[in-house]
């Protein structure tokens, strides 16, 4: 069974088909990419599948649960998560409090255990401290694990999403452009730490326009143009499909710029 399965996915705006008839499937344990040009309807696609919009038809499933239409936190609950490409963090907060927060809906706790302070408030609170140092520890950013994340590099904070949405043991997790605007130091080490957190257990589908990123990490490729979806396979094959360089360099606006992006 396919851990995520989207099933005639369509979205439109003002008549305008953002994402036509679309269907594909994400497998357990592997890293997926999700590819296409400027406008080609991947963030609205991720969008619908994860509940922060309402999709027009179209069916999706988590393993043997049906989320079509539930709301992003019911979403996350059921073990799909995801990052954004603009970073959300709490800036005035530390790294263990911004992990914290976030874990809150997870804990298991009712607002009366925390009003009180009950036991197993205290029990929830002292498990999610530990289970923050472990993922700040995994992104390598045990350092600055009391710094407000305010003084975090852009891509720093990135790292630091990524931790927040591993506190609640996903089983999978959507990445959108997570090394987008990251030098190429750190574009590795993501590349090493996803592969790492993947042999552990978590399936990721990452929505990203660095070709050459996509290629090196995934075991297979998804590639959307114009609302449906193109082509899919191994990124070896993807990088030679000449609908995909089409795709990329036969439009104004598309990225990469130049066949060697893709090729």
Do not use: W
């Not at 296409?36 to 043997?64: E, M």
């Not at 520890?137 to 990524?162: C, N």
Request: charge should be positive; glycine fraction near 8%.
């Amino acid at each position: 069974m396919a851990l995520l399965e989207v099933l005639g996915l369509c979205k439109a705006y003002r008549g305008v088909r953002a994402v036509r008839d679309t269907s594909f499937h994400v497998e357990p344990g592997t890293i997926t990419g999700l590819i296409g040009p400027n406008g080609s309807g991947k963030t609205t696609a991720i969008d619908c599948i994860t509940g922060f919009q309402k999709s027009d038809a179209g069916r999706v499933r988590l393993g043997d649960i049906d989320i079509t239409g539930r709301p992003p936190e019911r979403i996350a609950r059921a073990g799909l998560l995801r990052t954004f490409q603009a970073v959300r963090v709490y800036e005035d907060f530390d790294l263990m409090q911004n992990l914290v927060a976030v874990a809150a809906p997870f804990a298991g706790v009712t607002g009366a255990d925390m009003l009180l302070r009950r036991r197993r408030f205290r029990d929830a609170h002292e498990r999610t401290r530990a289970r923050a140092r472990e993922a700040i520890d995994l992104v390598g950013l045990t350092r600055l694990i009391e710094a407000p994340a305010a003084i975090l590099s852009y891509g720093q904070k990135k790292l630091l999403a990524l931790a927040a949405v591993l506190m609640a043991n996903p089983k999978l997790v959507i990445l959108d452009e997570p090394v987008a605007g990251v030098n190429p130091t750190r574009v590795n080490e993501i590349a090493d730490l996803l592969r790492r957190i993947n042999r552990q257990g978590t399936t990721f589908l990452i929505i990203e326009h660095n070709v050459e990123f996509i290629a090196s990490i995934c075991d297979h490729v998804l590639v959307l143009d114009q609302g449906r979806l193109l082509t899919q396979g191994p990124p070896a094959t993807i990088r030679q499909d000449a609908r995909v360089l089409d795709a990329y360099l036969g439009r104004e606006g598309g990225r990469p710029q130049n066949r060697e992006a893709v090729s």
